[in-house]
């Protein structure tokens, strides 16, 4: 694959783009009448869970966690956003930080946000992935547990990052109708932290992709990505998205020092008509993986193409609401018999429009060689709140 | 990769960042209707809008405008929306109050067509579309079936429930609209013409 390095042209132009839209933001601002009095506003939002899981290896365990959402605007045109997560693992109390961002509403159709946000890559990750948005159960197993129940190694987790990004709305054609499009620039993955080897995995080993997980960036290169977004009637949406990013070099030789890339594609759509709600969402990635051999200490730079996604389908009745979803996923095309198919089977029912019970099983179909077994059926109850 | 393509699209970005800002278009309740039926009901399941102050909605509106890719219009549409419905308390309205004073509601005469035309237009004016099922086109399903709503109420049930909301129910999603007696019974006369 080509370098996905950022050139001097950019690394300058893209802050004074930054800078030229701020100087204008910041004059509009000077001229606006502020809705919000001096004492600012703010909210404390969030959502949370509390639940069992029962697994087919004999796991039973009850589970909590909870993800307080503050948001605090400043003025009509400037927003500031956080979101916690706080979960139980392993006897210990796991905390973190799913974004904290700060956003500039240009105008009608423009907004910049920078800091630690949820990237525009598909739609679940940046939108349905909390409990109480979330029509099943479990996360798609494509997407790991993240702000789900836990248990599931995901093999694309959500994707969280630090950087800018630029959102755009076009009208087209009366209201609810649009056409979308967001831009990020962000550190961009690192790897999994190896005891030795190169950047990349021992062998046969598909590697984990670490989002987020340091403040700085590991090399020069940034992620680069986008989403584009057709909302052709206000219950239908279809979205494009790909990023692309280097996550490491080749530690050893022949190809000591070349980068290791990873180019990801996406395509979801979300359609809502009465009682009825179609969610679907697949992804692929092309990953770089270093394939160390320790007798000869050297290497080879191997592609890896892996894929999963889901189709899911929910309709309500009255305060319950019956899903259906199946899951895929494909952790390495070359490799055969390591499949995950994955019919899932939901009942929820709404106390109130942001309180539920919901409840999934999970018939899970074939075994991931990953060192995470997925071939266990899951049965998971749970509360779920929206505060 | 090429960076040109990024670096064009990136400048074009800030190029429409640079329009006026003060030439932000009129948001209307009706328009908010729909944006919360259908556009934020692809994600949500709707909720009573006094669960938050106005103010917590015009937080929340901003920051859903950043999450689901909104315009500002509609965010303001949204956020009227919502705030219109916060105003319908439950306690009796001066519109509440005339409306149980009206003249009863006769379901069994002929339909006034022109009549009939005027409730079509506040229909469509008021989205009411966007929570129910009115006519053959609409699938809104927050609220009841409208096309048959005189098999299960009466007339002066539903005037009274355009007047107030709220009057038989606390947690309706209902908006209180601006409406007077006249454009009640228009409405009323419209639903008439075509029940089912």
């Not at chain 1, 839209?21 to 939002?45: D, E, F, N, W």
């Not at chain 1, 993240?146 to 990004?165: K, N, Q």
Request: contains cysteine; proline residues 5%; aromatic residues 8%.
């Amino acid at each position: 694959m080509d370098s996905a390095r950022v050139p001097p042209r950019v690394a300058l132009v893209v802050p004074l783009v930054l800078i030229l839209a701020s100087v204008h933001a910041g004059v509009a601002l000077a001229q606006q009448r502020t809705a919000i009095s001096p004492s600012h506003a703010y909210v404390l939002s969030g959502y949370g869970t509390a639940g069992a899981l029962y697994t087919q290896d004999g796991e039973r365990t009850f589970f909590t966690s909870v993800a307080p959402i503050f948001l605090f605007q400043f003025t009509d045109r400037v927003l500031a956003e956080t979101e916690l997560e706080f979960e139980l693992e392993e006897g210990a109390t796991k905390t973190g930080l799913e974004y904290a961002d700060i956003s500039l509403l240009l105008n009608d159709y423009i907004t910049v946000t920078a800091g630690k946000f949820l990237l525009p890559f598909g739609i679940f990750g940046q939108r349905l992935h909390p409990t109480w948005i979330n029509r099943f159960a479990t996360n798609p197993p494509v997407f790991g547990g993240h702000g789900g129940v836990p248990g599931v190694e995901g093999l694309l987790p959500i994707l969280s990052d630090i950087g800018v990004m630029v959102g755009a709305v076009l009208p087209v054609g009366g209201i609810g109708r649009n056409v979308t499009f967001s831009g990020f620039l962000t550190n961009g993955p690192m790897a999994e932290a190896m005891e030795e080897g190169g950047a990349g995995m021992e062998e046969e080993h598909v590697p984990e992709l670490a989002f987020g997980e340091s403040v700085e960036d590991n090399n020069k290169n940034k992620m680069i990505g986008g989403r584009l977004g057709l909302v052709l009637a206000p219950h239908f949406e279809l979205d494009l998205s790909g990023m692309r990013a280097a996550y490491g070099d080749v530690a050893l030789p022949p190809n000591a020092g070349t980068q290791l890339h990873l180019v990801s594609y996406n395509a979801a759509a979300e359609y809502r008509v009465g009682n009825v709600e179609i969610r679907t969402e697949w992804l692929r990635a092309e990953v770089d993986v270093e394939e160390a051999d320790t007798m000869t200490m050297s290497s080879e730079i191997e592609l890896v193409k892996r894929w999963g996604g889901y189709a899911q389908a929910t309709y309500r009745l009255g305060s319950w609401e019956p899903v259906f979803r199946f899951s895929r996923v494909d952790p390495n095309e070359a490799e055969a018999d390591d499949e995950l198919s994955q019919y899932g089977f939901g009942l929820n029912y709404y106390l109130t429009p942001s309180i539920s019970v919901m409840a999934g099983f999970e018939l899970n179909r074939d075994r991931l060689d990953m060192g995470n077994d997925m071939s266990n059926n899951r049965l998971v109850i749970y509360w779920a709140f929206g505060f | 990769m090429q960076m040109k393509p990024a670096i064009t699209t990136l400048i074009a970005l800030s190029a429409l960042a640079w329009p006026t800002l003060s030439g932000a278009q009129e948001a209307t309740v009706s328009d908010g209707a729909k944006v919360y039926a259908a556009t934020c009901g692809r994600c949500h399941t709707p909720r009573s809008s006094v669960e938050r102050s106005d103010r917590d909605w015009t937080v929340i509106t901003a920051h859903m405008r950043v999450r689901g890719n909104i315009t500002g219009r509609e965010m303001r549409a949204v956020r009227a929306f919502l705030q219109q419905m916060n105003r319908g308390t439950g306690e009796e309205s001066e519109p509440a109050a005339a409306a149980s004073t009206a003249a009863p509601v006769n379901l069994s005469g002929p339909v006034d067509p022109s009549l009939a035309e005027q409730g079509r237009t506040l229909v469509d004016a008021n989205a009411c579309s966007a929570c129910h099922r009115v006519g053959d086109a609409s699938a809104g399903t927050l609220g009841p079936n409208l096309n048959n709503v005189f098999s299960r109420r009466s007339g002066d049930y539903v005037m009274q429930k355009l007047a107030d909301p709220r009057f038989d129910n606390a947690n309706s999603l209902m908006p209180q609209l601006p409406l007077n007696e006249q454009q009640r019974r228009a409405i009323v006369e419209y639903l008439r013409s075509i029940r089912r």
